[in-house]
C-alpha cells in the first residue's frame, strides 16, 4: 500500500495540492497517495483522527482549519509556534509535529525562482491576518534592512510589531503611514485579490519598488499587480510559486527528499485557475 497524505481544509475541491504533491511524488519515484480531504467545519479532530486511523502519514492543512491543527500538534517548529498557525502535519507513532512552511515558500519563491535578495531591502508587508502572521518570521531571518507592516486597522499591525520586533526592525502603522517612504518590495498578503479589491494603497508607493508580490494568485493578474505595474514597479509576481514551494517545503518533510519546483511552477502557471489562496 502507498503512503497516504492528503490536504485538509473546506472548502477544498479547488485545492492544487493534489496534482502538485502527486507531480512530486512521480519525479522523486516516491510510493505515496495523496488527495483532498473535505473536513466538516465543526469536526476537524474527528476527520483528522479518521485519516490516521486509515495509517495517514502526513496532512496539508488549509483554511480555515490552521489554528486547530496548531492546537492538535504535540512538537512544533519555531516558526508554526511564533505563526500559531500550522499548514503540515506528520504522524510520528505518538507524536504530532506541525510546521507552517508559508513563509519558507514565500522567501524561496522570491530569492530563488524570482532572483531578488531580501536581506538589506526594505520591505512592506501590507495585511496582517493570518497570511501575513505567516511568513513574518522567515522574511525577518533573511535580515531586511526594515519591514514594516501596514493593515487597514493599524492595532492589528501594531500587535505584530510588538510580537516579532525581537526578530529584526519591525515598524507598524497604517499604509498612509507609509505613503510617502520607498520600498523595495512590496507584498500584498490582504485577502482583497480573493474578491477581485484592491486593498487601499497610494499608488506612489511602488515608484522605487523593484518586485511587487501578491500571496494570492489567478488566470489573470491581479488588482494588486495591476496597480503596481502602471505605478512603476520594476516586477510583479503573484503566489503560484509560493504555493508550490510551500508544498516542496512539505514534502520534503515527509519524505526527506527535495522535489525540483520549477517544473511544477511553470505548469500552473499555464493553466491557473481563479484567485486562490495558497
Known sequence: MP???AVIGNPIAHSKSPTIHTLFAQQT??????????????????????????NGKGLNVTVPFKLEAYQLATQLTERASIAQAVNTLRFDNDAIFGDNTDGVGLVKDIEINLGIPITHQRILLIGAGGAAQGVILPLLQK?????AIANRTSDKAHALQQKFSVY???????????????????????????????????????????????????REPTPFLHLAKYSGAQQQADGIGMLVEQAAESFFLWRNVRPQTQPVIALLKSHTPSPLTP
Open 3 to 5: 503512503d497516504l497524505y
Open 29 to 54: 519515484h516516491q510510493h505515496m497517495q495523496y488527495y483532498a480531504l473535505l473536513s466538516p467545519l465543526d469536526n476537524f479532530r474527528g476527520t483528522v483522527s479518521e485519516f490516521l486511523g486509515q
Open 143 to 147: 535580515q531586511p534592512a526594515l519591514l
Open 168 to 218: 529584526g526592525d519591525v515598524v507598524a502603522g497604517d499604509i498612509m503611514n507609509f505613503s510617502d517612504q520607498d520600498f523595495h518590495i512590496v507584498i500584498n498578503a490582504t485577502s482583497a485579490s480573493l474578491q477581485g479589491e484592491l486593498p487601499e494603497l497610494p499608488g506612489k508607493i511602488f515608484t522605487h519598488t523593484i518586485l511587487a508580490y501578491d500571496m494570492m494568485y489567478g
